[in-house]
């Protein structure tokens, strides 16, 4: 199963984008604090704790080694965020984070939850638009503040360390975190290439020599390049890791597969910076047509969205079908088509690039 890298997280996000629901998740899942800012902050009566007692519990409960933390607070920002190695941000739509607020508040108010205490939601005064005590209020004054602060605080030399993961959609966070909270049918495992062995290079010299996978992983402009072989020793993996991010794919200890990224090569179509372009190659036949393919991308986007990249462009000769399926249902889209780029049962074939902003 996919290992997630960090021990200190902050989830934010706008008023009911489901930052606590989230971290909490994450801190049972990962064994982490789950500390809720909110918990810390408020008082019974909806009484707000003096600044240097909320300051003082907040940096009582960083201490921790590992935790996952839920919640805004710019007045602990300080004494948060230096400490974080992540933060995930929440980043929906405004008729979304509306329609969930409507959803929570009725659901608080009906069910009378008590809140952080002995607190509960009283629901006349969430529709007091004017008032501060409102979080239509409260969220309508923040929404747009937020989305203009967050890349500026994130930019300052304080807080470069931070890795950024960023949803723009719930069902961007759900298929993330399926990720990890799966209980796999499958013994499936994701390992970061860092020092090829000769094992190694023999199985990718396998790989990309047989001739059912030659026509679908590389470009080959005529007959006598289709039937080229050659062989992939370490040194060639070790000149690819100097540029590629190379991640191993295992099915119950067996290596099947690889995967991988690089940052702004020369050969992409939108020359956009911030760019990965993305591969895949399921060399054994064992791991074929058992929707690991799939899995892999999840976590192959999961670590390029880790390293702040915002696009990824791939590309898939246009009688490879399955795959352009495939990527398509991951939510990719197609960008352009180029004519004549590859040979194959004696015609030539277009490459067809897609997209997708994560």
């Known amino acids: ?35 809720d800012l909110d918990a810390l902050h408020w008082e019974p009566g909806w009484q707000e704790a003096p600044l240097e007692v909320f300051r003082k519990r907040v940096e009582t409960a960083t201490r921790a080694p590992a935790w996952a933390v839920a919640g ?31 959803h929570r508040t009725f659901k608080r108010w009906w069910t009378r939850e008590i809140l ?42 304080e ?35 860092t020092k090829p062995t000769a094992e190694i290079a023999a199985a990718f010299s396998q790989w990309e020599n047989d001739p059912e996978l030659i026509p679908l992983i590389r470009p080959n402009p005529s007959m006598e390049a289709l039937l080229r072989k050659d062989s992939v020793s370490i ?4 000149e690819r890791i100097k540029h590629n991010r190379i991640y191993l794919i295992y099915l119950t200890g067996q290596l099947i597969g690889t995967m ?21 190659l399921i060399g054994e036949e064992a791991g074929r047509g058992r929707g690991i393919g799939y899995l892999a991308l999840q976590y192959l986007e999961a670590q390029i969205k880790l390293e702040g990249i915002k696009r990824i462009e791939l590309g898939v000769f246009e009688f490879n079908t399955h795959a352009v399926k495939l990527y398509k249902k991951l939510g990719y889209r197609e960008l352009a088509r180029i004519e004549g780029f590859t040979y194959w049962q004696d015609k030539m074939w277009q490459d067809i690039r897609m997209e997708k902003y994560i």
């Open 159 to 193: 807080h470069r360390h931070l890795k950024l993961i960023r949803f723009s959609r719930p069902h961007e966070t759900d298929e993330w975190l399926k990720l990890f909270d799966r209980e796999p049918t499958m013994n499936i495992e994701f390992v970061k290439l």
């Open 1 to 35: 199963m996919p290992s997630f890298l960090y021990q200190r997280i902050i989830v934010i996000g706008s008023t009911s984008s489901g930052k606590s629901t989230l971290a909490e998740k994450l801190a049972k899942r990962f064994d982490l604090n789950f500390i």
């Open 260 to 280: 991988d990224y690089e940052v702004d090569p020369a050969h992409l179509y939108k020359k956009e910076t911030s760019t990965a372009w993305l591969g895949i």
């Open 116 to 157: 952080w205490g002995s607190n509960r939601e009283n629901l006349w005064s969430h529709f007091k638009l004017w008032s501060d005590e409102s979080l239509y209020h409260w969220l309508f004054k923040t929404y747009w503040r937020r989305k203009r602060e967050y890349p500026i605080l994130l930019a300052l030399p």
């Open 72 to 102: 805004n607070y710019h007045i602990v920002r300080d004494l948060v965020w230096h400490k974080a190695e992540v933060i995930i941000w929440l980043d929906y739509s405004l008729p979304r984070i509306l329609w969930q607020l409507t």
């Open 235 to 238: 040194n060639d993996i070790e």
